[in-house]
Each structure stands twice: as structure tokens, then as C-alpha cells.
């Protein structure tokens, strides 16, 4: 049996920051990443679209943790002890300078995750972290003559250490090992994904962008307000992957078949604005037709025909035969359009796992199990997944590097 001070399984973001934020205080630790796959790094590859959205210009952690659905308020003292500029400040002193967009998302200057990549593989290289690929954690056993944790991985060999740092993500193979050794398990259900709807409007709207719509799930408290992408299947953008997220159980629950309502004109407080808009154009624009002459400059022509068509305006109808009637119903296809979920978007893979291994079960100063000693975890095995925009790999730096700091104290009583 080969030992180690460390083994970290799973070779993502979490797992690499754990073990090179452990190489950092114990320099001649042994440490090795296990990755069941044939490549590390895979997500932070493809993430961002490819840029690496690697966190979020949010430097309070009480409003930091407002953008997690689940999980938020246990990230608070990692937030604390590293949040969103410490992960900017590392990656600087690391030869990565990164740049916050105007949505408040950090990307790496060069807009590449690959340039992400290289800071996490060269600094495991220099510091003598072993990276084995096709290594898979198939069993965990724990031995307490020797106090070690026993890994079987999948060519037999059983490897030992103190500390195991579980980083797998949302892996359900892993999920179910880890509950077969007893770690509680809240289920994995997906979040963060497109819609597809029954009826995404007039045909010819997919690739329409509105800037600012509210979404909401009737019958639950879910709603999010922000960008929509009309796609071909339905509702896409980061108003419906996040809302996706607040109702992640409830969808799931449902079998991915929900009432959706849209407020294309959220920001209009007062529902009275809208009918007062309309009315004002009824007399303004008397002689001209409805379905041509939009009142709304925030709405795209092309999907305001479509929502004069789903309030059954005629094409010809002028503004000055609008009756009443019919402007309640424009009023209320703007203010609370109504279309029904039927699916996941599937041509989009899930973005994250809602759920993992239960905070209760963990010392949320360490991320250790209270059962298990020695056993941390860090990354998206946690409960804990956040909305688009940098938050969920910002989870991975900071729980990985308090996971990694208690266990380096752990491993070596050094005070970091
Ligand atoms: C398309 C896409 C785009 C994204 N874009 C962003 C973004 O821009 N910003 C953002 O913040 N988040 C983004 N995310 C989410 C982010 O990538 C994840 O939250 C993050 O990668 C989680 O990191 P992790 O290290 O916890 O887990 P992972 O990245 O999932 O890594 C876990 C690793 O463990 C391995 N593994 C699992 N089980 C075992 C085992 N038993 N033995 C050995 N190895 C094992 C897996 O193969 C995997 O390589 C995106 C996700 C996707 C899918």
C-alpha cells in the first residue's frame, strides 16, 4: 500500500486548489490527485463558454451569499477568510491577471480557460503534486490501527493517508460511495439549465435577447429578473438558468412540467403604467396599427407582434379601435404571460448539481465530517451550488482553501 499526507480525489478545480494551497504550507508533503477520467479540468475547460468565468465581483460575503440557491449561508466564514479578491489576488501572484465585465464577471485577461488551466497544472508540477489520470476512487475503507483512510482505485491498488480530500463534484457514482461509507448525502438533482416550452412564441423569435424580464414559477416563491434568450425549444439566458436554479427541487419534482410566467416589462412597477402606456397610444398613434407601432423600446419589434398575436390583436387592428377588453389582455400578456415548462433543455448539459454531501454532517470552519475525522470536502460535492456569473468556482477556491488550511494544521499544527 502506498501512503500519502494527502490525497485529494478528483481532479477539478476544488481538488487542485486543495492540494496546491497544502503543498503551499507543507512543502514536502506527499500529495496526490486521483482523476477517474482521462484529463483533469475538463469543466474549467469548457466553462465560461470557454473564457472561465473563474468568480464575481462581489466582495461582501453577506450579499456573496445571496447568490447561492442552496448553501449560501455556509460559505459565509470561507468567504470571509477567502472570498472573491483573495481568489483574484492568488491568481495575479500567480502570473494570471483577470478583469471583471460589466456584469461584475472576473475572466482571465487572455478570455481563455485554457491560460486558468495552466496556473493549476504548473503549480502542481512545481510543487511536486502527483496527478494520476484513470485513476478512479472505487472504495473507501478507514483503518484505525494506523488512522489512515484506504482508497481502492481502479486498478486495485489501495493507497493510505490521514487526510482524503473528496472534490468530485456532482459525480453520482462518487455520491453513492460516499454514502455507503456513511457521509450523508442531501439527492443530486441538476440546476442551472435551459428551458424548453410548450409554445416559445411566434416562430421566428429564436435568437431575440431582452435585456430585462422577470421570470417566475407560479405557486412557488422562484422568480428571477434579468437577461432572456428566445431559443428555438423555449427560454434560455440567464433569467431562466437562474430561475432554473431557485426552483431546481420544485422542477424536479414536477417532472420538468411547470406553469412559467413572464413579466416582460418588470421594469414598470406599477402594473397601472403599462395600461397607462397603452391608452396614451391608443390616442397618440389613433389611425396607425397596433401590431406595427410599439410603445415599449425595451421590447424587440418582432417579439412585440408576437405578443399582440398570443392577446389575439388582429395584424390590422388600429389603436383606435382597441377595446378595452382587448387592452386588458395586451396589458396582461406583457405584465403576466403564461407558458408551461416541458423539459429540461437538453441540448445544453446541466451546468451544475443541486445537492451532495449534507453541511449538517460537516464543521463548516473546515469543511471535515464530524464523523469522520481527517475526511474534507470541497467543490460542488457540496450542498451547495450558486446562480451563472462566477459563483460556483469561486465555492471551489474558497472551500477548498479553508478545507486545505485545516488540514495542513491538522497534518503539521503550524498556524498558516
Ligand atoms: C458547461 C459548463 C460551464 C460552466 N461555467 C462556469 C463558469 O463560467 N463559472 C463558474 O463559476 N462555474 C461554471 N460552471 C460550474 C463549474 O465548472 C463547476 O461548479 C466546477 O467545475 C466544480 O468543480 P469541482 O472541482 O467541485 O468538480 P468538477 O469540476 O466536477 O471536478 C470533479 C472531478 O472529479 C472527478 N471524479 C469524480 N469522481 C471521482 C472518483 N471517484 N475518483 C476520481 N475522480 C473522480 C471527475 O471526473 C472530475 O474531473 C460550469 C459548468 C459547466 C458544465
Redesign the pocket.
Known sequence: MKTFDLIV????????FGALRFAELVPDAAIVI????D??????L????G?????HNCHDPRQLVQYYPRGGKALLNAFHTFGPLHTIAWFHAHGLRCYADASG?YFPVSDDARSVIEVLENGAQAAGIRVWTQ????ALAYDPAVQHYLVT?SNGDQLGARHVLF?????R??LK?LTDFGVPIIAPVPS?FAFQVDDPGCAGLAGITVDDVRLSLPGTSAEQRGTLLITHRGFSGPAAINLSAWGARVLKQTGYHHPLQVDWLPEQDNPDTTRTILNTTRQEAAAKTIHANNPFPALPSRLWRCLCERAAIPAELRWADLSKARLQALASVLRQDAYRITGRDAH?????TCGGVDLKSLDLRTFQSKSHPGLFF????LDV??L?????????WST?WVAATAMAQAATKITA
Do not use: H, M
Request: charged share 15%; net charge neutral; hydrophobic share 35%.
Open positions: 480525489v478528483g481532479g477539478g478545480p476544488a481538488g487542485f486521483l482523476e477517474k477520467s484529463r483533469v479540468l475538463q469543466k474549467v469548457i466553462s465560461g463558454g473564457r472561465c468565468n473563474l468568480s464577471c485513476a478512479g476512487a472505487e482505485i472534490a468530485t463534484g456532482g459525480n457514482l462518487t460511495l442551472l445544453r448539459a446541466e451546468y451544475v470541497a467543490g460542488e460535492v451550488d450558486g451563472t456569473g462566477g459563483y460556483n468556482l469561486q465555492n471551489c477548498a
